[in-house]
């Protein structure tokens, strides 16, 4: 089936890091990937990782993929205050091209 | 910016009536996807367009329907609205179908 889990909140206090966790169910899926919304926005893609790599990392994101247990996390070093948003994982599954997303996270950041 | 943009921003419509969203998607992408995201929830993937056609749908009724201009830009229409259709609508456009998804800003629907 068809299913992304993620933990529903998360606070931190600024300069401390973040790490995002996501369980998805489909093993067909390709790419993995990591949105960022804020507050009245569309959805901003920060990264993705394919299904064969087990860690990317892209400034202060470090995206790490077990791929056995179906688990994602993003890392985001140094927080600031202006990553506080919802955060989206998302699996898209091989040859049907569409996205399935988790539920979000919302991170706060305390300054 | 992603380079998508959605049209409108805001819509208010009642029950049982009709409504049309606009996409236009990123210069050189021959492909949008449309999402549906209820307050709370991620994103629901509704149906795919690829180069004027259907090319995926989700687990959504007939009443959602839609359709890709030879430019590449997309509409929307959600037949007979109600309530539960009150909801965020994404469009994605990407260079192909198997490409990452570019995200617009969102049309936020309303249905009294």
């Known amino acids: 089936g068809e299913d992304v889990e993620q933990s529903l909140f998360l606070s931190v206090r600024e300069g401390d890091s973040s790490v995002i966790n996501c369980t998805y169910t489909?093993?067909?899926?390709?790419?993995l990937y990591w949105y960022k919304q804020e507050p009245g926005a569309g959805l901003q893609l920060l990264t993705y990782?394919?299904?064969?790599?087990d860690m990317k990392q892209d400034q202060r994101l470090t995206v790490l993929l077990n791929k056995k247990d179906k688990h994602l996390s993003l890392r985001i070093a140094d927080t600031q205050t202006g990553d506080s948003a919802i955060y989206f994982c998302?699996?898209?599954?091989?040859?049907?091209?569409?996205?399935?997303f988790g539920t979000g996270t919302r991170l706060k950041v305390l300054a | 910016e992603t380079g998508v943009t959605q049209s409108p921003t805001h819509l208010i419509k009642t029950r049982g009536q009709q409504v049309t969203l606009r996409c236009s998607s990123q210069s050189g992408h021959n492909t949008v996807s449309w999402y549906q995201q209820a307050l709370g929830q991620g994103p629901q993937f509704i149906f795919q367009y690829y180069r004027e056609e259907e090319n995926g749908r989700g687990n959504f009724p007939p009443r959602f329907s839609g359709l890709q201009f030879p430019n590449y830009s997309s509409e929307l229409n959600v037949n007979a609205l109600e309530l539960d259709d009150s909801a965020l609508y994404l469009c994605?456009?990407?260079?192909?179908?198997?490409?990452?998804?570019?995200f617009g800003p969102g049309t936020r629907l309303t249905v009294l």
């Open positions: 489909d093993s067909s899926s390709t790419y």
């Open positions: 994605a456009s990407s260079l192909s179908r198997d490409n990452e998804q570019f």
């Open positions: 990782i394919f299904s064969n790599m």
């Open positions: 998302a699996e898209s599954i091989s040859g049907t091209y569409k996205y399935i």
